[in-house]
């Protein structure tokens, strides 16, 4: 019998491992300069700060029709006790989003079984992508969490017996969409409808598919009415043009600015380590029952994850960071996967690879620190930062050894190797990079040199690059730039 008194609850673990990613995502954001980050961004919460908040955000005093208002009112909220826009101000809605993705995600693997759901957040929450897009200020991860809420409420919706349950729950979902679609327009609402729509034709569930069809076709149409409305009363028909192709028909169609297997190198390149400790552990055939992905929603999660990476495929516009919604099935899956290896599998060279794994984790601190010993002129946070970093590794790395069962040690193990090298480029190299794209210094220089009364006209230079950074750390007025 084990005695639960030994054992901290359930909830309180849980609690303590988001307290410490929200830290871990947040922690070197005041040493970042706000160009490490989304440089758009930053600038229109600080014209939403300066100006009020409108439906349609602003970059150099003019309509910024690419995305919809959300972060932009969040962050600006955030940054309001300041009265200033600051790093942290624009990454704490991004870093929020995330480990509130985590959580949705962990719930969601506990409904399989409580160790997937634990496995599920830990690999999430360690997928490099994920890692670096949650410190920074980035709308995509607004829109992973929004998209990971709806379709976990419609699930619980789908599989609740009593209404009491499934009302607040589709309400909920609805709400989510209505969110997604204000996060980054109607891919927000196509992402989640299609993932549960194509989740329900699968089951050849024909009549639940044209019932939520009629609710998303409903939800559709009240946002992109309501958005046109205030579209159309702060800019007229041609702001409404300009919102109607930078969100919907300028995404598809035209030259695709990476090729269409691009988004599959990203895949690989965060999964890597999970096919590397699969390909380690996995027998070629377990003594009990093979892998299956019986469960409603491992299978919900295989939609997901291929409907959402089709989506974007077919889109000409191909970013990594698109595919953050997309991570959260991945990891589920991921995790069911890993959860077969500990109850079955077998790892014939487990020894060398338990070794492999302490070599790197003592060859990443070793660089780490050399790294900042030795330029100290380009190293921006406090040495104190760097010695908690040391220690929390050393600690867990100890805590591995002691405390995790053998079938467990190598998971555990690859997650501190990952763990320790992306919170050190966060806390290391991210600084360095950021400050050295900002334009702070020379701005400043160079408006010394300008009479106040004299308009900046900004020449050949794209409105996302160099003019953003001048508009943003200008001492003038957006009017005043043109």
Not at 190 to 197: D, H, I, N, Q
Not at 287 to 299: A, I, V
Not at 305 to 326: D, E, K, M, N, W
Not at 357 to 375: D, P
Request: aromatic share 14%; net charge positive; charged share 15%.
């Amino acid at each position: 019998m084990i005695d639960k008194r030994t054992k901290p609850p359930t909830t309180l673990r849980f609690t303590g491992f988001m307290v410490f990613l929200l830290i871990a995502y947040t922690w070197v954001s005041p040493f970042r300069d706000i160009f490490g980050l989304e440089t758009r961004n930053a600038l229109m919460s600080r014209e939403m700060l300066e100006g009020g908040f409108s439906v349609i955000p602003t970059a150099l005093g003019l309509p910024y029709p690419d995305y919809p208002p959300l972060y932009f009112w969040i962050s600006t909220l955030f940054s309001m006790p300041a009265a200033k826009v600051s790093t942290f101000s624009i990454v704490i809605p991004s870093a929020l989003a995330a480990i509130m993705t985590v959580g949705i995600t962990f719930m969601a693997g506990r409904s399989i079984q409580s160790r997937i759901g634990w496995l599920a957040a830990l690999v999430l929450a360690t997928f490099p992508e994920f890692w670096t897009k949650a410190g920074e200020g980035n709308i995509d991860m607004l829109l992973a969490f929004t998209v990971t809420a709806s379709l976990f409420l419609f699930f619980i919706w789908d599989n609740s017996d009593s209404a009491e349950k499934k009302i607040p729950a589709l309400t909920g979902a609805l709400c989510f969409v209505t969110a997604a679609f204000f996060t980054k327009g109607p891919v927000g609402i196509v992402l989640p409808a299609a993932a549960w729509g194509g989740y329900l034709l699968l089951a050849k569930r024909f009549r639940s598919f044209f019932i939520f069809l009629l609710l998303i076709v409903i939800v559709a149409m009240g946002c992109l009415s309501l958005e046109f409305f205030l579209v159309w009363k702060q800019g007229g028909m041609k702001l409404v043009h300009d919102v109607i192709h930078m969100q919907v028909t300028g995404r598809f169609g035209g030259r695709a600015n990476h090729a269409f297997y691009y988004y599959f190198l990203c895949l690989l390149q965060n999964a890597a380590l999970w096919l590397i400790i699969g390909f380690l552990c996995l027998r070629r055939r377990a003594e009990r029952n093979g892998l299956t992905f019986q469960h409603p929603l491992q299978r919900l999660s295989i939609v997901w994850f291929i409907v959402i990476l089709l989506i974007f495929t077919l889109a000409s516009t191909r970013h990594g960071r698109y595919l953050l919604p997309l991570y959260p099935p991945l990891a589920i899956l991921v995790a069911t996967c890993l959860n077969f290896i500990i109850e079955n599998g077998k790892c014939s060279a487990e020894k060398t690879a338990v070794y492999i794994s302490r070599f790197f984790v003592a060859v990443l601190l070793t660089v780490g620190i050399s790294y900042a010993l030795f330029y100290l002129d380009k190293f921006y946070i406090p040495a104190g930062y760097l010695i908690i970093w040391a220690t929390a590794v050393c600690l867990a790395s100890i805590y591995i050894h002691k405390k995790v069962s053998r079938n467990s040690r190598l998971i555990a193990l690859f997650l501190l190797i990952l763990a320790t090298a992306l919170s050190g480029v966060n806390m290391l190299i991210t600084p360095e990079s950021s400050r050295k794209s900002s334009g702070r210094q020379f701005i400043q220089a160079a408006e010394k040199s300008i009479p106040p009364g004299l308009r900046v006209i900004i020449c050949g230079i794209h409105p996302d690059g160099d003019g953003v950074k001048f508009a943003f750390y200008s001492s003038r007025k957006p009017e005043s730039l043109q």
